[in-house]
């Protein structure tokens, strides 16, 4: 029996963890979960779980859930909080699906303790890739992948050695606006761009995927994951999302990873690694049913965000810090309808040209960074 600790319990990744645990009572049980302000869903989940450890984002949750769930549920808050979950002394898994970079220091502080981490929070890895893989290296901690490209490539790299890499190529779906020419996309509002083809996720990681800044955050996290220079990290539009990558050998064999689209597959594979479990939960894929898979070249021109995660993750040092945290208050801005859609671009690469990169940052000069950035693309809105 594995014992978990989630972060961001009432999210899309987090509700569909519990989907997974939920189907598997003798291999999984919850110890310690996190959520931010979803408190009507938290004492939900906590009814049906009996988690031990829960971690709301604020005070005075805080004090409302304590009158609502029963006694032996121990409540923290804040930050501290989420480290006490991470931490929590009896799991071995931490699924991190928490959003943003609020990410990291749990993340340091399950390696630290000896936890597998199973990582679904992106941001983590953009800003903190170099640290975040030296400390899992350290504590022989492993980093499981649950976004779907990056398990897909686990997948295809299962037994294979690192020098045997030519390329890493990842697909992308295209998000909402993916037949909408660039002039097209003048005033569209936060609901289209919130209407995703394939996926049903959370809102900031919809819009990403609308930015097209999603899948240049999994580059840079396919960097740090599989130790792969840029230059051999490719992307293709896939806009069926079936093929959930590929990788290419140096004797030009590739090897794919095919599913329907349905992230549970994912976040359990990252639980029962290295072994599987039956899924009856999830649909079959039957190509016949699919019939044609489409693929096109991507345009950098038309989707920004892509050069700028290229470009910011070559830099690197502080760059990647500064793509993410402007990225998250561009997204949580638009989101609140305070910019236009466009402007999400023009407020991430005004903060990548004033930014002067540090090289090798530590923990604390990436949290500066961080702040600086968020407080720059404020003053800008
Ligand atoms: P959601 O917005 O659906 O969920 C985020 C979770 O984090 C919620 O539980 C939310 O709490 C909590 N949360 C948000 N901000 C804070 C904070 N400051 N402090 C504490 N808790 C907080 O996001 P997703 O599930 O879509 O995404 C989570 C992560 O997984 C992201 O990094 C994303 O990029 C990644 N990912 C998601 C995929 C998907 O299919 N959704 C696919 C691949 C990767 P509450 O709602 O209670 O306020
Ligand atoms: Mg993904």
């Keep these: 029996m594995k014992h978990i600790s989630l972060l961001g319990a009432t999210g899309s990744i987090g509700t569909q963890t519990l989907d997974v645990i939920r189907q598997f009572p003798e291999q999984f049980k919850l110890v310690a979960m996190s959520v931010g302000k979803n408190i009507d869903l938290a ?3 906590i009814y049906d779980f009996s988690p031990q450890l829960v971690s709301v984002q604020n005070k005075e949750d805080y004090e409302k859930l304590l009158l609502q769930i029963p006694e032996r549920t121990k409540v923290v808050y ?3 909080g989420l480290l ?3 931490t929590y002394p009896s799991s071995d898994v931490l699924v991190n699906a ?7 220091g749990p993340t340091i502080a399950a390696i630290k303790e000896g936890k597998t981490i199973a990582i679904a ?6 800003t903190a890739g170099h640290i975040v893989t030296k400390e899992a290296k350290n504590y022989q901690v492993p980093l499981l992948p649950v976004d779907s490209e990056h398990s897909a490539i686990y997948q295809c790299l299962n037994g294979e050695r690192q020098d045997d890499i030519d390329r890493l190529i990842l697909t992308a779906s295209g998000g909402s606006f993916r037949d909408r020419k660039r002039e097209q996309l003048e005033g569209v509002t936060v609901e289209e761009a919130l209407n995703h083809p394939n996926w049903s996720m959370g809102a900031k990681i919809t819009i990403d995927s609308a930015t097209m800044m999603n899948k240049g955050l999994e580059v840079i996290e396919a960097h740090w994951l599989f130790d792969i220079p840029y230059e051999k990290i490719d992307v293709v539009l896939h806009k069926e999302s079936i ?5 290419e050998f140096i004797d030009r064999s590739v090897i794919a990873q095919l599913g329907t689209p349905d992230m549970r597959v994912p976040i359990q594979y990252a639980l029962t690694y290295p072994n599987r479990l039956e899924r009856t939960a999830s649909e079959r894929l039957n190509l016949w049913e699919i019939g044609k898979l489409h693929f096109s070249k991507l345009d950098f021109e038309r989707f920004r965000c892509m050069a700028y995660a290229y470009e910011a993750g070559r830099v690197g040092g502080t760059m990647p810090t500064v793509l993410n945290a402007a990225n998250e208050e561009a997204v949580a801005a638009f989101l609140a309808s305070k910019i236009t859609f466009l402007e999400i671009e023009y407020l991430i690469e005004a903060a990548l040209e004033r930014h002067q990169t540090i090289s090798l940052p530590t923990l604390e000069t990436i949290i500066e960074v961080d702040q600086e950035t968020r407080t720059f693309i404020h003053s800008r809105i």
């Design 43 to 45: 004492i939900k989940q």
């Design 78 to 80: 804040g930050s501290e």
């Design 84 to 86: 006490e979950v991470a």
């Design 98 to 104: 928490v959003l943003g970079s609020v990410g990291l």
């Design 121 to 126: 929070n992106k941001e983590t890895l953009v």
């Design 243 to 247: 093929i959930h990558s590929m990788v």
